[in-house]
């Protein structure tokens, strides 16, 4: 893939797009962890739980959009 076909795929530029995943990985692990599990984790334990829900979803929206826009 191109680095153009590669930023539609994206969603945009692939390092701005990995520090938004990072950022949203970080935050839904947060949500969870607020809602059952304990409170104070470690930063990289917040990241892994998030990503193991945004991580999917994104590829999936992904893959159904096709490289549209």
Same mark, same amino acid.
Request: positive net charge; charged residues 15%; glycine residues 14%.
């Given at each position: 893939?191109?680095?153009?076909?590669?930023?539609?795929?994206?969603?945009?530029?692939?390092?701005?797009?990995?520090?938004?995943?990072?950022?949203?990985?970080?935050?839904?692990? %947060?949500? &969870?962890? @607020?809602?059952?599990?304990?409170? #104070? =984790?470690?930063?990289? !334990?917040? %990241?892994? &739980?998030? @990503?193991?829900?945004?991580?999917? #979803? =994104?590829?999936?929206? !992904?893959?159904?959009?096709?490289?549209?826009?």
């Amino acid at each position: 893939m191109s680095n153009g076909a590669m930023g539609k795929f994206l969603g945009g530029p692939p390092l701005l797009e990995e520090e938004r995943l990072l950022l949203l990985c970080v935050l839904v692990g %947060f949500i &969870l962890s @607020a809602m059952g599990f304990e409170a #104070i =984790w470690w930063m990289w !334990r917040y %990241f892994l &739980l998030g @990503a193991v829900i945004v991580i999917p #979803i =994104w590829l999936i929206v !992904r893959l159904a959009k096709g490289g549209r826009t």
